[in-house]
């Protein structure tokens, strides 16, 4: 891989021992896949954040790092373990938090924006069209690459953090054109009412690693943020293609080797395939983190009705939606709790609670795996529903 004069003297430690490991990093990557150069980044999405995911090792690994390193670009982080505000009322202990306090301490000092959240695209860190980023979370990863036009690989934390503190990252991957052709066409018969996130759960699973073209899709863009999030949990790929029913949006079809229909009866037995129980000690919605307009909408919904009883609730957001809509949130509050900063995956639910229930396509892969939880799968206005009389 060619590297400049300055980037060479990055490697050869002349800028300090954090900024020769991060350009080690970025450049080991980068020889891996075959780069041959290294480019600029826009912004960066750091992944790893909560204590519960990276653990002691973790916490040595940052504040290893952040002796010395700042980063060079934009950089918001994914949820932490818990709300920064509100962690004792989560059931959260002081261990954890204190814990969870280093991590916040050290991306901090090596100027991270304290934005914890996995829709930083939604929290002011929006990529244009065009431009390269180094995103982890692989929500946003695919949301930046199919509905921004942005051009991200879905990066592990410490690359991430790494093509931050250098400020670029190796062109491999979907950094290049060619990359981003889709290879399997997808034919998306009808989505029912809230089956959104298991057309993306099913789209996932039939993708595999190729990066689909999905005809007939004609989702809001709170829409395709669950959708996309539930095709990167059971794929390994970070983008989609699609055209809506008008099919004038331009889509190359030249590589698609494969074509697949899927009816709605597909994603209707999906979800009675991932409906688990119907009794929870948890219902949990916002994954990912709930936009302004999605916090709104279920206030609106719920505003004229009263508490169910029976199941804790936490409404995920970022801090940026809290803030953008006091009066909803309040209404909100009155159900369950509006919780900033984390999620019910990356939280330590596992301590607290057994059955949780969700709308997201993403909840139901990782809450077995992540949260041990036994996970229901149901569309929000049936949560609402069951939260409320
Ligand atoms: Fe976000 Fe947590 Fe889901 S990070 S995408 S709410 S698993």
């Given at each position: 891989m060619h590297l400049t004069r300055e980037e060479e003297r990055v490697l050869d430690g002349e800028e300090g021992e954090a900024r020769r490991k991060a350009m080690e990093i970025v450049v080991a990557l980068g020889e891996i896949y075959g780069a041959k150069r290294l480019i600029p980044i826009a912004s960066a999405q750091v992944s790893g954040a909560s204590f519960k995911t990276i653990g002691d090792a973790g916490i040595k690994f940052l504040e290893d790092f952040s002796s010395g390193a700042k980063v060079r670009v934009r950089t918001t982080v994914n949820p932490l373990g818990l709300d920064l505000k509100r962690w004792e009322s989560m059931g959260v202990d002081e261990q954890f938090f204190s814990k969870q306090a280093r991590i916040v301490g050290a991306y901090e000092s090596m100027g991270l924006e304290p934005i914890y959240t996995c829709t930083p695209y939604l929290s002011g860190n929006r990529p244009r069209r065009g431009q390269h980023l180094a995103w982890a979370e692989s929500s946003a990863t695919v949301f930046a690459n199919s509905v921004l036009g942005a051009m991200t690989n879905r990066e592990g934390g410490p690359s991430a953090l790494a093509a931050a503190i250098i400020g670029k990252t190796a062109e491999y991957g979907l950094h290049l054109k060619e990359n981003r052709a889709p290879k399997v066409k997808i034919t998306l018969e009808g989505i029912p009412d809230g089956l959104v996130p298991l057309a993306g759960y099913v789209v996932g699973k039939i993708a595999g690693n190729r990066i689909p073209l999905i005809e007939n899709l004609d989702l809001s863009l709170d829409h395709h943020k669950s959708f996309g999030a539930a095709m990167a949990a059971t794929s390994a790929v970070s983008m989609y293609v699609y055209r809506n029913r008008g099919g004038h949006e331009k889509a190359d079809a030249s590589q698609v080797e494969e074509c697949v229909s899927v009816p709605a009866s597909e994603l209707r037995d999906c979800a009675e395939g991932l409906k688990?129980?119907?009794?929870?000690d948890l219902v949990a919605i916002g994954c990912p983190h709930c936009s302004p307009a999605e916090l709104r909408g279920m206030a609106k919904k719920l505003k004229d009705r009263k508490p169910a009883g029976g199941s804790e609730v936490w409404f995920c957001t970022s801090r940026h939606a809290y803030a953008a809509c006091p009066k909803e949130v309040g209404i909100l509050h009155k159900f369950g709790k509006v919780i900033c900063d984390t999620c019910m995956v990356v939280a330590p639910i596992e301590e607290m609670y057994k059955t949780t229930a969700s709308d997201s396509g993403k909840a139901m892969v990782y809450l077995p795996t992540l949260g041990k939880q036994r996970a229901s799968f149901r569309p929000t206005s049936a949560l609402l529903e069951a939260i409320s009389r």
């Open positions: 688990g129980e119907d009794r929870w």
